[in-house]
Structures are given as C-alpha cells and as structure tokens.
C-alpha cells in the first residue's frame, strides 16, 4: 500500500513524513531531485507481538506502509502548469491520498494563500484533480474512438461507457469515486488511475492553541466525509516536539496536554483504519510470523496473492483463525478443539484479524 502525502506548499506534509518515519523506524528511499521521497513505515501491531510471543518464529515481519512526500500542489498543476503533470502523475501511483490541510496560523510560515482557510484549500485540490482527471478520460476516449474506427468492438465499447459516465460526472465536478459503478466497472476504473477516484484522508494540521477544543474547520469538514473519505485532525508541531522526547518525558507531555496516549503509532493506525485496510497474518509454527494489508472486501483469493503469485495461482483454500478467537482461547490448540477453525474458499471475505493458511498446488 503506498499513500501519497499531498498538499498545498508549507502545510506540514514533510513534517509528517519526518514523524512517520520516526514512528515506524522507516527506510529511507530518494532516488533524483524529481523523485519525490519514499519511506516504508513499520505499522506497529500489538496483535502481532502477541502472535510472536505465541508461535516464536525466528522472524516477526510488519506490516508495511509506504508513504511518500510528494511535492506541494499549486493553482494550476491540473492543466499541467509547471512540473504538474509529471507530479501528478506520480500521485496517481499511490492507493490513498493524505492531503495535509494547514489548519495552524504561524506568521513565520508563509501560506500559499492569504488566509488560513481548510475547507477552501481542500476543494482548491480538489478542482486541479477533477481538471486533470478530466484531461486523463477526454484523451483515453479519443484513443478509443481511434481503436473503434479500426473495428475493435465489444470490449472498447464497454469501456468508453464507462468513460463517458466519468467525463459527464466529473464535468459536474463530482470526484469518480462517488460515481456508481459494477463491481467489473470498479476493476476496468482501477487501470484508469483517476486521481478523485481515490480514497482520501483529509488531515487537519492544528495550531497549538486549538488542542483539546472543538475546531470548526473540522466541523466544516466534516460535510465533505463520504464514501472513502476521512477527516482526522492533529498537531503535527506537538507530535514532532513529542517524538523527540524519551517514552518517559513523551508520556508526562501528552498527559499534561491531555494528548491521546499512545504516541504517533496510535495516528499512523487511525491512517490505517480511515483508509480501509485491514490486517492478516500467516507463519503459525513457521519460520516467519508476519503482518500483512489487504483492502476491506478483498477476497482469500486476493490475500493468496498478497502473501506469492504462486499461492494465488495454484489456490486450493484457506484455513483460517480469527485473531479474537485465538486471544480468548490462549492457543491454537484450544481454538481447533472448540471448533473455532474454518475452511474457506477463493471467495471468502478476509475479516481483519484473520490468521491464515493458503493451502496451494505447485
Ligand atoms: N506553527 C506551526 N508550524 C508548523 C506546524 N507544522 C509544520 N510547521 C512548520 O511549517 C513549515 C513547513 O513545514 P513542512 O512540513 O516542511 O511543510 P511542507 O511544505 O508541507 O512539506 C516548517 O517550518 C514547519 O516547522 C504546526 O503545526 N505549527
Ligand atoms: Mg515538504
């Protein structure tokens, strides 16, 4: 899963960054000055401290989460203004976007716009991706046309349907992933690689003074939270001051601030939950006990795939143990005897929590 931090310039994006990377001990990727940076971000899980305790792998393996700090967005980038096509079209690489909305009023930062404004800066983003998405269908459906003419027919016509709904919605300035669509039209979208089409995290980055009382940008917000969109608020400033405390120190800070405990981990799993992931596990009595992320709705056969090409590839079915039953009982053991185990199919709905076994022929 790679998550793009987006946003408009000096809102906090690569502070964020900066704190992911402290939380999750990350990698550090930074290929040229036009490549954005990457981090792999370790997703701290107490459930698979416990696995690890239990099943004493030689290995215990996180999940992972990529973010990248992408460049600032400006007026402008969806009409390709500036390096805004070649930006944008890193982000649309990314699974989820966390757009970092500058909610804190510091004269010493420079704003991009005149006035602290969240909600404006939000639907300014907003319009250079529906332009640029625009422009992404308008020319994908004159390539097909071209295609038609040469006498390409079903397939093609399916697709420009389904194009021309997106122009027609998007020209309403409705982001795709509100547009309706069957569950083979979402398969055909995802090779399209619109930018609203998306889910999105929308992160308030709070002044100091607005800690612990009710914020009227997320209020406003909030009226923009739907189908795969999230609103989260925090104090990027304050977490970074805290990061850089002892766990002691950090702990006493928080409760005096009346901060939620749990540090910036607790946040990167919020992230984590907003956008709709959800967490397997495989490796009882393995080598390697390890964490994996999958999309909610995503099928055994999907997470065959996550784990090797070859599990998918040659599924048989899977044998799973939900993470809560294993915790109530205190071993495998005592989950099989009660009966708790199943057997699933390639169709089965993986619940978070799931531990599995992909049973495969070679
Ligand atoms: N006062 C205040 N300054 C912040 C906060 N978050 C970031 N900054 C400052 O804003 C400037 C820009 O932050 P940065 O993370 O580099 O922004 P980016 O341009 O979005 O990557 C830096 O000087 C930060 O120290 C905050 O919550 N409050
Ligand atoms: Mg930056």
New binding site residues.
């Given amino acids: 899963m790679r998550i793009g931090i987006i946003?408009?310039?000096?809102?906090?994006?690569?502070?964020?960054?900066n704190l992911l990377c402290r939380a999750g001990g990350a990698h550090v990727g930074h290929q040229s000055a036009k490549e954005p940076n990457v981090a792999v971000v370790r997703v701290p899980d107490p459930r698979l401290d416990y696995l690890g305790a239990l099943f004493k792998p030689r290995k215990l393996t996180p999940a992972t989460m990529e973010f990248v700090?992408f460049v600032?967005l400006t007026r402008g980038a969806g009409k390709g203004e500036g390096l805004g096509s070649h930006y944008l079209s890193q982000m649309r690489q990314a699974d989820a976007l966390l757009h970092?909305l500058r909610d804190?009023d510091?004269p010493s930062?420079a704003h991009a716009e005149s006035t602290i404004d969240p909600a404006r800066d939000a639907s300014l983003v907003n319009t250079e991706f529906l332009l640029a998405d625009l422009d992404t269908v308008e020319k994908r459906i004159a390539r097909l046309e071209l295609d038609l003419k040469k006498g390409k027919r079903d397939e093609v016509e399916r697709e420009l349907d389904l194009l021309r709904r997106c122009h027609a919605w998007l020209t309403e300035e409705k982001p795709i992933r509100d547009l309706p669509t069957s569950a083979e039209e979402q398969k055909l979208l995802r090779g399209f690689t619109l930018l609203t089409a998306r889910p999105l995290l929308l992160l308030l980055?709070?002044?100091?003074e607005k800690l612990g009382t009710p914020n009227p940008a997320a209020e406003r917000l909030a009226a923009l939270v739907g189908k795969d969109v999230a609103v989260s608020q925090l104090?990027?400033?304050?977490e970074?001051e805290v990061s850089q405390l002892s766990a002691e120190d950090a702990e006493a800070f928080r409760a005096d601030l009346g901060l939620k405990a749990g540090g910036f981990a607790e946040v990167l799993r919020g992230c984590f939950d907003l956008l709709g992931l959800i967490t397997f596990y495989t490796g009882e009595g393995g080598e390697e006990t390890r964490a994996w992320t999958i999309p909610r709705g995503a099928t055994a056969l999907r997470a065959a795939g996550t784990i090797h090409s070859d599990l998918e590839r040659g599924f048989i079915r899977a044998e799973v143990v939900n993470f809560a039953d294993l915790e109530a009982n205190g071993s495998m053991g005592a989950v099989r005897r009660k009966g708790l185990h199943r057997v699933e199919g390639k169709e089965y709905l993986m619940q978070d929590g799931d531990i599995v076994l992909v049973r495969f022929n070679v």
């Avoid at 104090?235 to 304050?238: A, F, H, Q």
């Fill in positions: 946003g408009l310039p000096c809102t906090g994006k690569t502070t964020l960054f700090d600032a970092v804190f510091d930062v980055n709070i002044g100091e104090c990027l400033k304050v970074w």
